[in-house]
């Protein structure tokens, strides 16, 4: 089950939209703001040429209803110079709403560019703890999923809301110019569909929270089940795995409608607020016409289209509402995961490291990963340089998290570790990384050539150190029967047993040539002869280094000049394997245990 911040956990459900998280991602884009200010003032324009059309419609049809009466007929002088007035008005308008779509698109793609930037550089600033409490398909629905909703409701969404805005105080302005009676007719009409919308906003927006949680929930079980499709078909799991999928893809089909259908009633009911406001218009229009109000034929023609003006920004208003309703849930991820609380900025730090010689003391280290349980408690030991160091005991013994606080991927609670006698917190993660190389029981590989995997993160590598540790890690023979050599692509053509990949990882920690190593199990996954032979070469890349080996399989580290048997987080034996072995304590009974005493 996950733990806090994992994928398992419901977003805070509330019947309101709260803008504050989506204010928090526009945030991120502030220097964009003047492609936001420049969309906004198209925008206005394209509102002003709505807004003044129908006023000159108002001439128009008065000028063609006066004609019509009149023996002369319709006098198209009068009426010409209007038209052409309009047509290059909303021609403007036009354009108008063109350049503002277009620049309200790029500052939306832009501030996603930078949200994606972001949660890059946040994921490399997180602690450990954050990933063992979240799934990496979560975590990847937040840079995909929940980055391109808020992206497409601000390309769209947005522009659209600024024309609105400006068009919805134009429109107000101009009805009660022409005539103040309709003005709150209309008004009172749309009002009662506004709060009708206003409503299924609140309704509908929890629906839209738990529809980006579920996806989130989904892109994790899904990356988690097809990641490791082989065991599921082993252990024979597809119904199990399939039923859990389906209670997922239900709760999100559930949550999906809902949202859907609530946001889907506020466009219909804006619209029957609108026309039910025209209905209105005709009957009290011709009632203030008959009664000589000042209210003439093309008012009431010039009022409906102002009437359809002044309902459009309302549904957009709605419609607009909907889609953020869907940001805002969006954004709630995306900040959620923003905030995360990050491993301490080091850049203060500017102690250098020197020649490394490979002395390493743990003294009363104290851990935990919570509160609830201890892992580590009182660990005391002292390793001087070139010393090779296993370390054995039960699962759970602490074997594992002691390697972890040694690189710093977990802080200790307590105590100390000290590499040459300076504390690895005087150093930079970065430097406590770059003094040792990992090779861990499982194995990763990118999609690349052979050559950019054995030289991760290293440049200049000549193709004669290349040679030298394959040779030492039994890659050689491979690497000769690949079609371009070191340049031939790792992909779905490329066959790697699980043997070679970790071959493969050992060269990659070779070429790194730290002067300290940790080997987690590293010869796991090869062959009994293969075994041999990467043992050879790990003896070989041991010589003058510092070594921490975590073995499970006791016959790899008969040669270690120091083993530290681990139980409940305490060493509770060291010595030399014959030593160990002579005292007939935990160390002899795990050891007899795999193989018959000597």
């Known amino acids: 089950m996950p733990g806090p911040g994992g994928h398992g956990r419901r977003p805070m459900e509330k019947g309101k939209l709260d803008f504050k998280q989506l204010f928090k991602v526009l945030s991120y884009g502030k220097k964009y703001l003047p492609l936001i200010i420049l969309s906004t003032i198209f925008a206005a324009l394209q509102a002003v040429a709505s807004i003044l059309g129908p006023d000159k419609i108002k001439g128009i049809t008065n000028a063609i209803a006066n004609g019509i009466a009149m023996p002369g007929g319709i006098n198209m002088d009068d009426v010409m110079p209007t038209v052409y007035f309009m047509i290059g008005l909303y021609l403007v308008g036009a354009i108008s709403g063109y350049l503002s779509q277009l620049l309200a698109n790029e500052a939306t793609q832009r501030i996603s560019r930078v949200l994606r930037t972001r949660i890059n550089e946040k994921i490399n600033k997180l602690p450990l703890s954050y990933f063992d409490s979240t799934t990496t398909g979560d975590i990847l629905s937040r840079i995909t999923n929940d980055v391109d909703t808020i992206s497409q409701t601000l390309g769209s969404a947005f522009a659209n809301l600024l024309n609105a805005l400006v068009m919805f105080i134009g429109v107000v302005i101009m009805m009660f110019v022409v005539n103040w009676q309709l003005s709150l007719i209309t008004i009172g009409c749309s009002f009662v569909g506004f709060i009708g919308s206003s409503v299924v906003i609140g309704v509908s927006q929890k629906y839209f929270r738990r529809r980006q949680a579920d996806l989130g929930k989904m892109n994790g079980q899904i990356e988690e089940i097809y990641s490791n499709h082989r065991i599921v078909k082993a252990f024979g799991a597809e119904e199990e795995t399939i039923e859990k999928f389906n209670e997922v893809n239900q709760s999100l089909r559930k949550n999906n409608r ?51 003006l002044f309902s459009s920004p309302l549904s957009t208003f709605a419609q607009s509402f909907s889609s953020f309703q869907q940001a805002g849930a969006a954004s709630e991820r995306v900040v959620n995961l923003l905030e995360k609380e990050e491993m301490e900025d080091e850049s203060y730090k500017t102690k250098e490291v020197g020649e490394i010689q490979g002395a390493v003391e743990f003294r009363h280290v104290n851990f935990s990963y919570d509160s609830s349980r201890v892992i580590i408690h009182d660990f005391s030991a002292k390793v001087n340089p070139g010393m090779k160091v296993a370390i054995v005991g ?145 003896d070989a890349l041991t010589e003058g280094r510092t070594s921490f080996v975590i073995a499970h399989r006791l016959s790899t580290i008969k040669n270690a000049d120091l083993i530290l048997v681990m139980k409940d987080g305490d060493i509770i034996e060291q010595g030399t394997h014959k030593e160990l072995l002579g005292k007939k304590g935990f160390y002899a009974e795990l050891y007899n245990s795999q193989f018959d005493p000597e």
């Open 258 to 308: 809902m949202s859907q259908f609530f946001s889907g009633m506020m466009g219909p009911l804006m619209n029957f607020a609108g026309n039910f406001s025209y209905a209105m218009i005709f009957m009290i229009g011709v009632a203030l016409a008959l009664n000589n109000a000042g209210v003439d034929f093309g008012t009431i023609i010039s009022f409906t289209i102002y009437a359809r």
């Open 394 to 538: 039960p699962t759970g013994a602490g074997k594992t998290t002691m390697v972890n606080l040694l690189m710093r991927f977990y802080e200790t609670c307590g105590g100390d570790i000290l590499i040459d006698g300076v504390s690895i917190k005087e150093y930079k993660r970065e430097q406590i990384h770059d003094m040792f190389d990992m090779i861990l029981q499982d194995t990763w590989l990118f999609g690349g050539t052979v050559r950019e995997n054995l030289c991760f993160n290293k440049v200049g590598v000549s193709d004669e150190t290349l040679d030298k540790v394959c040779h030492a890690a039994g890659l050689d023979h491979y690497v000769a029967s690949l079609p371009n050599g070191y340049d031939t692509p790792l992909d779905d053509t490329t066959s790697l047993s699980e043997g070679q990949k970790q071959q493969l990882t050992i060269a990659r920690a070779m070429v790194k040539d730290s002067k300290m190593l940790i080997l987690d199990e590293a010869t796991s996954s090869v062959d009994t002869r293969t075994e041999i032979k990467i043992q050879e070469a790990m």
